[in-house]
């Protein structure tokens, strides 16, 4: 467990007088969240609702009965509920409501954020799908509100939140590589033409995407960017298997299937509402090469790629969180084929360079605009590289101290060596 717990588990113990009966806790933000709550109720009265697979396995694996979804149907109802605030309005109002449906008519819901994360704001949206609220409390920049089942809605349904965008075949993408004031464009292309199910060339193909998911109603401008980039600066011809990582819904594997028609697109995510988004976008399109699986950073990869493609998190709710993003580039080389491709995508602040260089030896930008670059990398093998008689005459004397102890045997190797920094 964690020395310093989350403002929210902190808010919670705070309060944890409040929470009564049968339990369902959703989204928390640290395991502690649910140690806090366990201290006071029987784990046997606990469930957890996670739709974010790392923090799912984490639950799994200390014995908590816990469910990785996008929504929660209950067997039987619970006299409290306790959520831990979505990152998004349309997040707050969809988990809401089929919250309210795991409530027993009696039972209450507890709602938990912090101020900097909208909490203030989803009073409203808490009386207007739950009921009135009955206790508020103020502290570690956080707020804890309770409130009572009044108000009955409708039966929940997911098809009610669906939002979609369409990617169509030769439409014309913004091209941001353009010089600035210039409206310069770029066409879809495919590498392998004919025809494809489900689709028409007038249709396109269509991205399905839920509240939660990132870039729920569009096309974010870096995804955009990145795709751009895998159409005009990289050599896809030989490219047999790509993994879209952190795939949202999909967009950027759906595009690789347009430029690339024979390629095997997996796709991975730890997010259940982007994994449910992507599921959708595929049968929607009745693509059958793709997969889409759960994996906490690489957790559920088991092959290597001829390509990679990625626009890393670097937020993990509310909050800036490097964490995943930095895993994922320390360990993505094992996951590329021989000569594979890794091309990422990352806001101009970001310093990925340094660990991408580390990883590969050297690091490509293929496009850098006033927000975002797209950097790629290859999995060359390793080679043994001679150094040059200029490169060692630079090369800063070491200390015996510095060097390691030295062998008496060994002295005329070491003067042999020496007498090669010397001009012929």
């Known amino acids: 467990m964690k020395e310093t717990l989350h403002p929210s588990t902190q808010i919670l113990e705070r309060n944890i007088s409040k929470l009564s009966g049968k339990i369902l806790v959703i989204n928390p933000p640290?395991?502690?969240?649910?140690?806090?709550?366990?201290?006071?109720?029987?784990?046997?009265?606990?469930?957890?609702?996670?739709?974010?697979?790392?923090?799912?396995?984490?639950?799994?694996?200390?014995?908590?009965?816990?469910?990785?979804?996008?929504?929660h149907v209950p067997k039987t109802l619970f006299d409290t509920v306790v959520v831990f605030l979505p990152k998004s309005?349309?997040?707050?109002?969809?988990?809401?409501?089929?919250?309210?449906?795991?409530?027993?008519?009696?039972?209450?819901?507890?709602?938990?954020?912090?101020?900097?994360?909208?909490?203030?704001?989803?009073?409203?949206?808490?009386?207007?799908?739950?009921?009135?609220?009955?206790?508020?409390?103020?502290?570690?920049?956080?707020?804890f509100y309770v409130s009572n089942k009044t108000v009955k809605l409708k039966k929940f349904k997911l098809d009610d939140y669906w939002q979609s965008y369409r990617i169509n075949v030769g439409s014309i993408i913004p091209d941001s590589t353009s010089p600035r004031g210039k409206s310069g464009i770029q066409h879809l292309k495919t590498l392998d033409p004919g025809p494809r199910a489900g689709m028409t060339e007038e249709e396109g193909l269509r991205v399905y995407s839920l509240p939660g998911t990132f870039s729920h109603s569009k096309l974010d401008e870096g995804t955009s960017?990145?795709?751009?980039?895998?159409?005009?600066?990289?050599?896809?011809?030989q490219t047999k298997t790509a993994l879209d990582w952190g795939c949202g819904a999909g967009p950027l594997g759906l595009a690789l299937t347009l430029i690339r028609r024979s390629i095997k697109v997996d796709m991975v995510d730890s997010s259940a509402e982007a994994l449910a988004s992507a599921e959708k976008t595929i049968k929607e399109n009745?693509?059958?090469?793709?997969?889409?699986?759960?994996?906490?950073?690489?957790?559920?990869?088991?092959?290597?790629?001829?390509?990679i493609v990625a626009n890393p998190p670097f937020h993990k709710g509310h909050s800036t969180s490097y964490i995943a993003s930095e895993t994922f580039i320390k360990t993505s080389k094992q996951y590329l084929t021989e000569h594979g491709h890794m091309v990422i995508v990352a806001n101009v602040f970001l310093h990925y360079e340094t660990l991408l260089e580390e990883q590969f030896g050297y690091v490509k930008t293929l496009v850098k605009?006033?927000?975002?670059?797209?950097?790629?990398?290859?999995?060359?093998?390793?080679?043994?590289?001679?150094?040059?008689?200029?490169?060692?005459?630079?090369?800063?004397?070491?200390?015996?101290?510095?060097?390691?102890?030295?062998?008496?045997?060994?002295?005329?190797?070491?003067?042999?060596?020496?007498?090669?920094t010397f001009d012929d």
């Open 30 to 71: 640290e395991l502690s969240s649910i140690a806090t709550i366990e201290a006071k109720i029987p784990t046997s009265k606990i469930k957890v609702s996670c739709q974010d697979f790392g923090l799912f396995s984490e639950a799994k694996q200390t014995g908590y009965e816990s469910y990785f979804e996008t929504h």
């Open 89 to 143: 309005d349309a997040e707050i109002e969809m988990v809401l409501a089929w919250s309210n449906e795991c409530l027993d008519k009696s039972g209450q819901l507890i709602l938990i954020g912090q101020n900097n994360a909208g909490i203030k704001s989803a009073k409203k949206t808490l009386e207007k799908l739950i009921g009135p609220i009955t206790f508020t409390d103020n502290a570690r920049h956080s707020a």
């Open 225 to 237: 960017l990145l795709l751009a980039s895998l159409q005009s600066k990289v050599d896809l011809s």
């Open 286 to 307: 009745a693509l059958t090469n793709c997969e889409v699986f759960a994996s906490n950073v690489f957790s559920g990869v088991k092959e290597k790629y001829d390509l």
């Open 369 to 420: 605009t006033n927000k975002y670059k797209i950097l790629e990398v290859i999995n060359e093998p390793v080679r043994e590289v001679r150094e040059s008689r200029k490169e060692k005459k630079r090369r800063p004397k070491r200390t015996l101290e510095e060097a390691g102890f030295i062998d008496i045997n060994d002295l005329d190797k070491v003067i042999v060596e020496d007498t090669d």
